[in-house]
């Protein structure tokens, strides 16, 4: 079986913003929904709360690309009990850890941040995460979900090493 993937806010904020801009690289986000339609490529519901709140006027081109895809491409996530038993010992794991700052700790548990959820689904469904973060062990002002997601044995990729498993030059999915 192939491994699939979830996504993180921060690669379509940062596509959007950046390398992958809609009014020149469509074929970006048609790879992601044809990713999807192998079923390989997810998000999670707390994703899509995120690229909602950050645009409330509905103009912003990532949210509205997200809000016409498929409603399976959005995981639930505090809707899952599973996943939120997963959830549950992530927040365990950051607060009673000695490492991180105790606003940190409140930032990762806030309702509205998406990163432990992310991990959590993550975790309950075989889903490796896709992130534009990278490893920072040593962090004391934030909780790294690379940490998190040690904490629960999920693995973690950069965008990028997607692209090169998946993608053709052209931005033409390859399973």
């Known amino acids: 079986m192939a491994k699939r993937y979830v996504f993180d806010t921060n690669v379509f904020i940062q596509a959007?913003?950046?390398?992958?801009r809609f009014d020149f690289c469509l074929p970006f986000w048609r790879w992601i929904e044809s990713g999807h339609k192998h079923q390989l490529f997810y998000s999670s519901?707390?994703?899509l709360d995120e690229l909602r709140a950050n645009d409330p006027k509905r103009k912003c081109p990532?949210?509205?690309?997200?809000?016409?895809?498929?409603?399976?491409?959005?995981m639930e996530d505090a809707r899952d009990a599973e996943a939120m038993k997963h959830y549950s010992t992530l927040?365990?794991?950051a607060y009673n850890s000695t490492q991180y700052l105790m606003a940190a700790k409140k930032e990762f548990a806030r309702d509205a941040n998406a990163d432990a959820f992310i991990v959590a689904v993550a975790r309950q469904h075989g889903l490796t995460i896709v992130t534009h973060e990278t490893p920072k062990p040593a962090a004391k002002s934030t909780v790294p979900m690379h940490s998190a997601a040690k904490v629960l044995g999920v693995e973690t990729i950069q965008l990028y090493d997607l692209l090169s498993l998946h993608a053709n030059?052209?931005?033409v999915f390859k399973p």
Do not use: G, H, L, T
Request: glycine share 0%; net charge positive.
């Open 91 to 93: 927040m365990r794991w």
């Open 169 to 171: 030059p052209n931005f």
């Open 45 to 47: 519901k707390k994703v």
């Open 16 to 20: 959007k913003n950046r390398e992958y």
């Open 62 to 74: 990532a949210r509205q690309w997200a809000d016409q895809m498929p409603a399976p491409f959005f």
